[in-house]
């Protein structure tokens, strides 16, 4: 299989502008801004089927196309890159070892949009992406990528690097708003959404960095090729993260039909001391949990969500049979109390409840009614809430109790 | 304008109405803790959820616009069952400690959850501690962090009313406090709206803390008489348990609301200034040697007028009214000395130092019917020149009305028209350093216990109801000089402040159609 | 300062990084600095506060010269981070939000911190360190 976002990873200096001068770099944005228009730009996003990689799916071209033209303000583009999902640790590798492949998408989206202010959101502790992410803008600046009348055209551009201060929260579009504004990060009411009114009140895109990363292959190879790379309406590859029991966790690019079952075993090296696999979480911790005998699902949006959990950020996380899924439940219900920013009503009080529930059924202090409550519980936060976060709670934790109940038990009974 | 269905009952509203507003429109009150019409939309408390049709997930009210032909209920069983979830999320770390919390009676999380709560909790887990409970936060405001349901109005009414940008948010989820910045106070001229609007008993009045249970409140409309801004005010009062609280009968203030007046909204100085309606009051029309009967008070006054009417000497009258007094009491002061002893002179002018004013409620004028005296009196030539003569001892009577002369002008003077003049007269409702140089005093009721009206600074007349009945012996204003005109020739027939206004309306051009039942609640603007 | 505030097309959109260069520089965050920043920002100091109150990188008080950050969360829970924790508690004789007596260490426990496949990690100071080990530990608070 050809890589294609990862095709620089492991090489020596593949940060260095050079690197990347080598391998074709820049090709593409040279071509979109001296060949194309943002309209033609915009359709072949459209046509290669690339969804959003951050977690959500959407239609990247798309999203672009909900950009109004005809407003006056000015555009901007957000780079989503706090990558907090647990599980996920790709963007870091794009960031790290070829910020240039992110920078020539963002040179190639700014375009579609009319957008000429890029921001990459970075997540605050990730102190050695921001560095080299800052040279790599420093080096395109040298050589005229960046600034004003790139390519020799009169488009400009300038790309900011922005340092997150650590909230899962922030990862949310319209929370990274808020915290990109200097606030807390606050997820806000929608509609109006950020095509619209986001940033500074501007229409705004916001994308992750794998995302943007694949823009520079898509208008050099054509939407057609990364169309049929993935399943029927999900082009490409993914970079699919596996963590947890397994003996080989890292970053592996691979199709978006693979089945979980391959991820785990043909590439991630199986579980830990041939164990058996009990549960694995498919696309970071906000996925319905997973059980053993899921593992042929295919690791596309659509495949994922019919069988009712989630391809979300690509983080895989597996869990053998040593695993106490209580416990599990616990570390999951104990994060989203702890990154609930405390804005709704039902997630700010509700996550911190489930998550005292759930610690007190762990440390054998639960009774059966608590148990019988707790979906109940767990139910009134989704959908309910200002954003998906609450969703997230409802239906992470919710799956752990209802596919494991008995061990929920064992707990009560023992 | 999009037509739009709630609850089965139809109405058309301006485009961008919200659910919300459609509904109250109807009459229809859905539960609401984070809205209030006169702050920023937050969205956070969920509480206002409804079910639209053709949506599959319900909808904030207070954020969703209408739209044509859109069908909302707000009762149905999805909705009914997302309120009581929204209750028990809200519940779960409250202290619940009613007892002894001053927001009981008029706590939206009692009453929501009365009509839509979940009877049988299972909330039986330990509640997360906040740090600051039962503390002030400033000379006004008590705060309780552990009840606060975080819906964030305290600090959209600092950030946007007030403007003083004191209230925040401070660390997250279930650990979020509301609070002040460290070591800054709450203290600004509109403290008091925080308490107010906080739908719990979060932020608590502290001059009203544990005085009295708010179902033994009774509530009057009434205006604030601190100001020519007339903000529109409820006098809440309790008569039941004279034997508690040192015999005071009104227990706070409230801002009513008035949209072309006060918003919401009433000022500090206004709001916590009522302790005069109770303390310190003249009780008795009182002589400098003794108490004296009204009859005989009266007697004396109308003695000392009658003589200089008939000695075709009312030049020696003069009259210190005030723009403290209603357009009732005013008129009537028009007419027993203007028309019936011409030749008096009457102002209402003192040298009063402007007070302090802002750009917001605050108006430097510290009299609520400066704008209705003008209109009324007429003369603005200024009362300097009734005290010139008085000290002079051209004066044989001297009538003020409710004026601390000695505060403006010093005893010496004071002391000085006491020995020139023959008779002066102190007509007021509470004791100050004047009274005890008045020759005879006459108590006279407040604003309170008035029924009347006050024209502010936006020329707007504003009717005031009375709360109370006069305390002690005093009587109203107007009553008073009522009762001086029947010793007289001409004696004012006036049943009620009702008639007087009438009268007044005929008479005066700027009052001109209006009546007490034009004025309604809400007032009328001169023309 | 104003370097980082001319990147931004509204001043206080610079809050953030203005918060960790004042971090970086003085340790921590005091309020005198939010009321500085407040004033050079143009922003009320009381929304200074929820800022720094609101992020768990932003801190208030003195840490360690060595902080070390230890990721709780469900990968590094997977690979051991409960052990590692109990280690330090033990080796250090802190507990997660204490400094030791001596200043040399501050430790606390925190959320994903973006490196799973290193589980399980920790940061000490602004480094990632992991996969962790008892010994590495050891190495670690020896080499301080």
């Known amino acids: 299989m050809e890589k294609i976002v990862s095709r620089h990873f492991g090489q020596e200096n593949s940060h260095r502008l050079e690197h990347y001068l080598k391998d074709g770099g820049y090709v593409s944005a040279r071509k979109a801004l001296t060949q194309m228009t943002p309209a033609a730009v915009i359709e072949e996003i459209k046509r290669s089927n690339l969804r959003g990689l951050g977690g959500a799916g959407f239609p990247t071209g798309t999203k672009w196309g909900f950009i109004p033209q005809g407003n006056p303000k000015p555009k901007y583009l957000v780079i989503n890159a706090d990558e907090g999902e647990p599980g996920t640790f790709k963007d870091k590798y794009i960031m790290e070892q070829d910020p240039h492949a992110l920078l020539e998408g963002i040179i190639i989206t700014c375009f579609a949009i009319n957008s000429h202010k890029a921001y990459v959101y970075v997540r605050g502790e990730y102190i050695k992406s921001m560095k080299i992410l800052q040279e790599a803008i420093d080096e395109a600046h040298s050589k005229g990528y960046l600034g004003k009348g790139i390519f020799g055209t009169n488009f400009d551009i300038e790309v900011v690097v922005h340092p997150g201060a650590g909230a899962y929260i922030c990862g949310e579009e319209t929370a990274l708003l808020s915290s990109l504004e200097g606030g807390k990060g606050f997820p806000r009411l929608k509609p109006p959404f950020p095509a619209v009114v986001g940033l500074f009140e501007s229409p705004t895109v916001i994308n992750n960095v794998e995302t943007i990363a694949c823009v520079g292959p898509i208008i050099n190879r054509g939407a057609a090729w990364f169309a049929q790379l993935g399943s029927e309406k999900n082009g490409g590859n993914r970079l699919f993260c596996v963590s947890g029991h397994v003996n080989k966790p890292g970053v592996y690019e691979l199709p978006n039909g693979i089945t979980l079952r391959e991820i785990i075993y043909e590439h991630a090296g199986g579980i830990l001391q041939a164990r058996k696999l009990k549960a694995v979480i498919p696309g970071g911790i906000s996925a319905p949990v997973l059980t053993a005998d899921q593992l042929d699902v295919k690791m596309d949006f659509d495949s994922l969500k019919a069988i009712g959990s989630m391809a979300g950020s690509g983080g895989i996380i597996v869990m053998d049979e040593t695993t106490d899924m209580v416990w599990a439940a616990l570390v999951a219900a104990r994060f989203f109390a702890l990154e609930s920013c405390g804005q709704c009503s039902p997630c700010r009080e509700g996550s911190g409840w489930v998550y005292r529930q759930i610690k007190r059924i762990y440390e054998g202090q639960g009774r059966l009614h608590d148990l019988n409550n707790l979906p109940g519980i767990v139910n009134n936060i989704g959908g309910n809430t200002i954003c998906a976060f609450g969703d997230a709670v409802t239906m992470s934790v919710g799956s752990y109790v209802s596919k494991f109940r008995s061990e929920f038990e064992a707990k009560i009974k023992g | 304008m999009p037509n739009v269905s709630i609850?089965?009952?139809?109405?058309?509203?301006?485009?961008?109405?919200?659910?919300?507003?459609?509904?109250?429109?109807?009459?229809?009150?859905?539960?609401?803790?984070?809205?209030?019409?006169?702050?920023?939309?937050?969205?956070?408390?969920?509480?206002?959820?409804?079910?639209?049709?053709?949506?599959?997930?319900?909808?904030?009210?207070?954020?969703?616009?209408?739209?044509?032909?859109?069908?909302?209920?707000?009762?149905?069983?999805?909705?009914?069952?997302?309120?009581?979830?929204?209750?028990?999320?809200?519940?779960?770390?409250?202290?619940?400690?009613?007892?002894?919390?001053?927001?009981?009676?008029?706590?939206?999380?009692?009453?929501?959850?009365?009509?839509?709560?979940?009877?049988?909790?299972?909330?039986?887990?330990?509640?997360?501690?906040?740090?600051?409970?039962?503390?002030?936060?400033?000379?006004?405001?008590?705060?309780?962090?552990?009840?606060?349901?975080?819906?964030?109005?305290?600090?959209?009414?600092?950030?946007?009313?007030?403007?003083?940008?004191?209230?925040?948010?401070?660390?997250?989820?279930?650990?979020?406090?509301?609070?002040?910045?460290?070591?800054?106070?709450?203290?600004?001229?509109?403290?008091?709206?925080?308490?107010?609007?906080?739908?719990?008993?979060?932020?608590?009045?502290?001059?009203?803390?544990?005085?009295?249970?708010?179902?033994?409140?009774?509530?009057?409309?009434?205006?604030?008489?601190?100001?020519?801004?007339?903000?529109?005010?409820?006098?809440?009062?309790?008569?039941?348990?004279?034997?508690?609280?040192?015999?005071?009968?009104?227990?706070?203030?409230?801002?009513?609301?008035?949209?072309?007046?006060?918003?919401?909204?009433?000022?500090?100085?206004?709001?916590?200034?009522?302790?005069?309606?109770?303390?310190?009051?003249?009780?008795?029309?009182?002589?400098?040697?003794?108490?004296?009967?009204?009859?005989?008070?009266?007697?004396?006054?109308?003695?000392?007028?009658?003589?200089?009417?008939?000695?075709?000497?009312?030049?020696?009258?003069?009259?210190?009214?005030?723009?403290?007094?209603?357009?009732?009491?005013?008129?009537?002061?028009?007419?027993?000395?203007?028309?019936?002893?011409?030749?008096?002179?009457?102002?209402?002018?003192?040298?009063?130092?402007?007070?302090?004013?802002?750009?917001?409620?605050?108006?430097?004028?510290?009299?609520?019917?400066?704008?209705?005296?003008?209109?009324?009196?007429?003369?603005?030539?200024?009362?300097?020149?009734?005290?010139?003569?008085?000290?002079?001892?051209?004066?044989?009577?001297?009538?003020?009305?409710?004026?601390?002369?000695?505060?403006?002008?010093?005893?010496?003077?004071?002391?000085?028209?006491?020995?020139?003049?023959?008779?002066?007269?102190?007509?007021?409702?509470?004791?100050?350093?004047?009274?005890?140089?008045?020759?005879?005093?006459?108590?006279?009721?407040?604003?309170?216990?008035?029924?009347?009206?006050?024209?502010?600074?936006?020329?707007?007349?504003?009717?005031?109801?009375?709360?109370?009945?006069?305390?002690?012996?005093?009587?109203?204003?107007?009553?008073?000089?009522?009762?001086?005109?029947?010793?007289?020739?001409?004696?004012?027939?006036?049943?009620?402040?009702?008639?007087?206004?009438?009268?007044?309306?005929?008479?005066?051009?700027?009052?001109?159609?209006?009546?007490?039942?034009?004025?309604?609640?809400?007032?009328?603007?001169?023309? | 300062m104003d370097k980082i505030t001319n990147k931004y097309e509204r001043r206080g959109a610079a809050l953030l990084p203005v918060l960790h260069a004042l971090q970086d520089k003085e340790g921590l965050i005091s309020p005198e600095a939010e009321k500085d920043v407040a004033e050079y920002l143009g922003i009320p100091v009381v929304h200074v506060h929820e800022v720094v109150s609101f992020y768990h990188l932003f801190h208030q008080e003195k840490l360690g010269k060595c902080h070390l950050s230890v990721c709780q969360t469900t990968a590094c829970a997977l690979r051991g981070s409960e052990d590692i924790i109990r280690y330090i508690e033990q080796k250090l004789n802190i507990k997660p939000g204490e400094i030791t007596p001596d200043g040399k260490f501050s430790f606390d426990v925190v959320e994903c911190l973006g490196a799973c496949e290193m589980a399980p990690v920790m940061r000490c100071n602004k480094d990632y360190k992991g996969p962790l080990d008892k010994k590495k530990i050891d190495e670690l608070i020896k080499g301080a």
Request: with cysteine; glycine share 6%.
């Open chain 2, 7 to 527: 609850d089965g009952k139809q109405i058309e509203v301006p485009a961008g109405t919200t659910i919300i507003q459609a509904a109250e429109k109807l009459g229809i009150e859905i539960p609401r803790y984070c809205y209030h019409p006169a702050l920023p939309v937050a969205g956070n408390c969920r509480i206002c959820m409804v079910e639209i049709e053709k949506q599959p997930k319900l909808q904030i009210a207070c954020y969703t616009p209408v739209s044509e032909g859109m069908v909302v209920k707000t009762n149905s069983p999805k909705v009914i069952e997302v309120r009581k979830s929204v209750l028990e999320f809200l519940l779960v770390n409250h202290p619940v400690d009613c007892p002894v919390c001053d927001q009981a009676g008029e706590c939206k999380l009692q009453d929501y959850y009365m009509e839509h709560g979940q009877y049988d909790s299972r909330l039986d887990n330990v509640k997360v501690k906040k740090e600051k409970k039962a503390f002030p936060i400033g000379p006004t405001i008590m705060l309780d962090q552990e009840r606060c349901i975080l819906c964030t109005r305290c600090v959209r009414f600092t950030d946007n009313i007030s403007k003083t940008h004191e209230f925040g948010v401070f660390d997250r989820g279930d650990h979020s406090q509301v609070d002040v910045y460290p070591g800054k106070q709450l203290d600004n001229n509109y403290s008091g709206n925080v308490a107010d609007i906080c739908p719990v008993g979060a932020l608590t009045d502290r001059d009203f803390r544990f005085k009295c249970r708010v179902w033994y409140l009774s509530q009057t409309k009434s205006v604030c008489p601190g100001c020519s801004m007339g903000c529109n005010t409820t006098v809440e009062w309790d008569k039941m348990r004279p034997h508690q609280f040192k015999k005071a009968r009104v227990m706070r203030l409230k801002p009513r609301l008035n949209e072309e007046v006060n918003s919401f909204w009433m000022c500090d100085k206004g709001r916590y200034n009522y302790h005069f309606i109770d303390e310190n009051r003249i009780h008795h029309p009182q002589l400098k040697d003794g108490l004296v009967s009204w009859e005989k008070a009266i007697d004396m006054v109308a003695e000392n007028l009658k003589a200089l009417q008939a000695a075709k000497h009312t030049g020696a009258i003069g009259v210190l009214a005030s723009a403290q007094l209603t357009n009732e009491d005013l008129f009537v002061i028009r007419k027993f000395f203007k028309e019936n002893l011409p030749g008096a002179s009457v102002d209402f002018k003192l040298a009063e130092v402007p007070g302090e004013s802002d750009d917001f409620l605050m108006k430097a004028d510290k009299n609520p019917n400066t704008a209705g005296a003008s209109l009324i009196l007429e003369s603005n030539t200024g009362a300097a020149a009734i005290l010139q003569k008085a000290k002079q001892g051209d004066l044989d009577v001297l009538y003020v009305f409710g004026h601390d002369l000695v505060k403006l002008y010093g005893k010496e003077t004071v002391g000085l028209i006491a020995q020139k003049v023959k008779l002066f007269i102190y007509q007021g409702s509470n004791i100050n350093e004047t009274c005890s140089y008045a020759h005879l005093n006459l108590p006279s009721s407040v604003y309170a216990e008035k029924e009347g009206t006050f024209t502010n600074c936006q020329q707007r007349v504003q009717r005031i109801w009375p709360a109370l009945a006069p305390l002690g012996e005093s009587k109203g204003d107007w009553e008073i000089i009522s009762q001086l005109s029947n010793k007289l020739d001409a004696p004012l027939a006036y049943k009620s402040s009702q008639e007087i206004f009438k009268d007044l309306a005929a008479t005066i051009p700027a009052f001109a159609g209006m009546s007490y039942e034009k004025l309604s609640d809400k007032g009328m603007l001169l023309k």
